[in-house]
């Protein structure tokens, strides 16, 4: 197992997870700022005004409010997110420590907030321009490339608001906007772009995890969003390769394989068409540049009629990606049976695998579900790789010695950087990898610091108490040697 020579290790995290300073230096709210703490059992919510009163909806990526309602912050509820582990302070050590670790590559996503408060300002918000100047110039220092996600689950709350998350045609030139800030900016600092964070997330939400929505008119909404997004995505590759030809942007896909739980032809079959509505229709439309043909399949199936016009195709077709992301964690069955044996947790439900291994919070152990994922989307795209989210959540603890063993987490990650190096060697253009977390942070499915991703302990718990104190985990110097010894060194 040979990794190539230049591969970008790294870590990943997002800015609504680590950075807290949620209104300082002219930063507005985004949706992430109204959400509240969950649990493995209990969802995390969305606070709002209705009539005046504050009321709560349960929050998922992407979800909006009720019609008619105002997102707003209620002093008697908890916002992890507001503080987070406060990088915005912190980014110096952070970074450093990282730099103890080899990294060649951090991945970050900027708030949009931070950069516009609200969304529509006629000009950027310089401080926010200025923070992460400061944070790539510090990677830079070390010799950390970074890898920055433009759109992470952080869109402006005024926005989502007006505009019924993504449900009007004037989101596409707002993020298109604020894209081309930020290549102008950061020209010379940052190389590589993600446009948006796990898109197909969308899609996933409405029945990969047990909802099973039936609504048609949530699937019109759904698939709108989406096409709106494709565009603004397009436009924004389009802008980019103009401003600056070196430089490299990516899509960014939630990965989650699928496998039939039987060999009956209804769930081989089942099992494909769950990969082409949650999996292949956005990253077709992204690296090929235009709608497959079973997406016509897919809109029938809920009576959707999409606002697209020719300028739009146009501009698919034009603003097609270089590089080709997305997050591993976890495998899934797929059966057209009832079964008995069934699996709940964090964004997991259906069918329990005989095959694997599940953890506290219902994801499956599979990393050779990495591999196969790997040579199918090498296959499909013909792109350059990179696994831009990888890692276990687990719940660590200080032990009588005073340090971390996380021997958990370090045989997770072997699993998986095994399975990334059989890939490589069957012929997959992979390029890079960054494990979540790479320091712990909330989790954005339920809000927890107590569900810890991340080689460096952050002293904070789920109910917001802590000094904020960074410790090395035993998984640190682990995956030192791993970066230093380009994958070859796992022990």
């Not at 507001?82 to 050590?93: C, G, L, S």
């Not at 964690?329 to 997991?348: C, I, L, Q, R, W």
């Not at 712990?440 to 917001?464: N, P």
Request: hydrophobic share 35%; aromatic share 14%.
């Amino acid at each position: 197992m040979t990794f190539p020579k230049n591969f970008l290790w790294g870590g990943a995290t997002a800015a609504n997870q680590i950075e807290g300073a949620y209104d300082v230096d002219g930063k507005g709210l985004s949706v992430t700022d109204i959400t509240t703490a969950g649990s493995v059992k209990a969802p995390r919510m969305l606070t709002y005004k209705l009539n005046g009163e504050f009321r709560k909806t349960p929050g998922i990526p992407g979800a909006g409010l009720p019609e008619g309602a105002v997102g707003a912050i209620d002093p008697n509820e908890y916002y992890p997110n507001h503080v987070a582990i406060d990088f915005y302070h912190h980014y110096k050590e952070d970074i450093k420590l990282f730099a103890e670790m080899g990294f060649k590559l951090f991945r970050l996503s900027i708030a949009w907030t931070r950069i516009f408060p609200k969304g529509d300002e006629a000009e950027p918000n310089q401080a926010g321009l200025d923070f992460y100047r400061k944070v790539f110039e510090e990677c830079k220092k070390y010799g950390i490339e970074p890898l920055v996600t433009i759109s992470h689950y952080e869109d402006p709350l005024y926005l989502s608001e007006k505009y019924h998350d993504w449900n009007d045609r004037k989101m596409i030139e707002l993020y298109e906007k604020y894209a081309t800030v930020l290549f102008k900016e950061y020209q010379g600092l940052v190389k590589y772009w993600l446009t948006f964070n796990e898109i197909n997330s969308t899609l996933l939400m409405l029945n990969l995890f047990g909802n099973n929505v039936t609504d048609d008119a949530v699937y019109q909404h759904a698939y709108q969003k989406l096409h709106y997004q494709f565009v603004a995505s397009a436009r924004a590759v389009k802008a980019a390769h103009e401003i600056d030809p070196n430089y490299v942007v990516g899509n960014m896909i939630c990965g989650i394989v699928n496998y039939p739980l039987t060999p009956d032809p209804k769930d081989i079959l089942a099992n494909r068409h769950s990969w082409e509505q949650n999996l292949y229709y956005c990253g077709d439309v992204q690296c090929k540049g235009a709608y497959p043909s079973f997406a016509k399949r897919l809109w029938a199936e809920h009576n959707v009629k999409l606002d697209i016009t020719d300028q739009d195709l146009a501009d698919l077709a034009a603003g097609k990606v270089d590089l080709y992301t997305f997050s591993y964690y976890m495998s899934n069955v797929v059966t057209t049976h009832d079964v008995t044996d069934k699996v709940e947790g964090n964004f997991a439900a259906g069918a329990r695998n005989p095959y694997l291994n599940y953890s506290e919070w219902g994801w499956a152990t599979d990393p050779t579900g990495l591999q196969y994922y790997l040579e199918i989307m090498n296959d499909r795209y013909q792109l350059p790789m990179m696994v831009v989210e990888n890692g276990l959540g687990a719940v660590d603890k200080i032990a009588e010695d005073g340090k971390i063993h996380d021997d958990y987490r370090i045989d997770y990650l072997r699993q998986h950087i095994e399975a990334m190096g059989k890939a490589v060697d069957n012929g997959v253009d992979l390029i890079g990898y960054t494990t979540w977390g790479c320091i712990d942070l909330v989790s954005a499915g339920t809000g927890q610091m107590s569900k810890r991703y991340g080689f460096i302990y952050v002293d904070r718990d789920d109910e917001g108490n802590g000094s904020l104190k960074r410790m090395k985990k035993d998984s640190f110097d682990w995956y030192k040697q791993v970066i230093a010894s380009n994958g070859e060194n796992l022990a």
